[in-house]
């Protein structure tokens, strides 16, 4: 089965006294319904937080200024991304997923920015076992 997600525009959803930027992804999910039955959604929210200092290493500047520069948005965008796919199609897809960036992850950042479009209101396709994950 092939389900078809579309991710809105990221909130800022940083604490005023954190080191860092979190950005939650609204995500929903389209489960196509057999035959002339109606297509079912799910709703969910990918919670992405980087720390400051791996904010700075990777070049997108000091975490407290505003607004997020686009090279952070598309970036963490990513990442929400590769939760999404990876979830869906464990069939563990929970109605919020967080992920944490750290320096203790990596030291550089992992992903070509200029391959990235901007997320607002995006959409793609993911293979799945063909059950409901909710």
């Not at 002339?36 to 290493?57: A, C, N, P, W, Y």
């Not at 939760?83 to 750290?102: A, D, M, P």
Request: hydrophobic share 40%.
């Amino acid at each position: 089965m092939v389900v078809t997600v579309n991710v809105d525009a990221p909130r800022d959803a940083t604490p005023p006294d954190l080191d860092g930027v979190i950005l939650v992804f609204p995500v929903e999910v389209t489960w196509p319904a057999e035959g002339f039955r109606k297509d079912e959604t799910s709703q969910h929210k990918v919670e992405v937080s980087i720390s400051g200092t791996l904010f700075s290493m990777w070049g997108f500047g000091h975490s407290f200024e505003r607004p997020i520069p686009d090279d952070a948005v598309k970036t963490l965008f990513a990442f929400a991304k590769e939760k999404i796919e990876q979830r869906l199609r464990s069939g563990s897809f929970s109605e919020v997923e967080q992920v944490r960036l750290h320096t203790g992850f990596r030291e550089d950042n992992p992903f070509d920015v200029e391959k990235i479009d901007f997320p607002a209101d995006v959409t793609f396709a993911v293979k799945v076992r063909d059950q409901k994950v909710v």
